[in-house]
């Protein structure tokens, strides 16, 4: 049997992924001492909780507009279930790996960490296009890809930028805590 994803699918496989990156940055904050480095896995952990509540309003309004809904396969688990297909990117790793932040991170390895898990979403975007069904779900992978690589974009800016400054110490120092807010 061949395993193709429709957009309601594609899109629940996209709110998992933020449920669990946003659960991940919350428990990194939990761990992290520092108040403004904190704040920087709050911002991390809001924003994807944002996209997370978009991906939910676009696949209501998509399933309203259009009637389809996601199917389950009791014979493929795997690819039937979105909590799975999320967990294979970098943000289904277990809170207890070693690949965790403990907490001691420096601001800027805590934006590199990010960055690396936004393009390990990225790659995980790709090749989840293989399996989309239509034109349409091709369309919604490519405009999660966008919505990583802008994130990682501003996650780039924010290392280009010393730390401190009028973003300090409120806004964790970031251009990307003072877009996070926007």
Not at 52 to 79: C, H, M
Request: glycine letters at 6%; hydrophobic letters at 35%; one cysteine or more.
């Amino acid at each position: 049997m061949d395993t193709r994803f429709n957009v309601f699918e594609v899109l629940q496989i996209a709110e998992e992924i933020e449920h669990k990156a946003a659960r991940f940055y919350l428990r990194a904050a939990e761990r992290c001492p520092n108040p403004q480095r904190r704040t920087i896995y709050y911002h991390l952990a809001g924003w994807r909780s944002k996209h997370q509540r978009a991906w939910t309003r676009i696949r209501r309004q998509y399933s309203e507009k259009t009637g389809e809904f996601g199917t389950f396969d009791p014979n493929d688990f795997l690819v039937s279930n979105p909590q799975v297909m999320a967990g294979l990117t970098w943000f289904g790793t277990d809170a207890n790996s070693y690949r965790r932040p403990t907490g001691q991170e420096s601001r800027e390895q805590i934006l590199l960490d990010a960055i690396r898990r936004s393009e390990g979403v990225v790659i995980f975007y790709h090749g989840l296009k293989e399996f989309a069904v239509d034109p349409d779900s091709r369309i919604m992978i490519d405009r999660m890809i966008g919505e990583e690589d802008r994130h990682m974009r501003l996650l780039s800016r924010s290392l280009e930028r010393p730390y401190g400054g009028r973003d300090s110490p409120n806004r964790a120092g970031t251009a990307y805590a003072v877009e996070a807010e926007k």
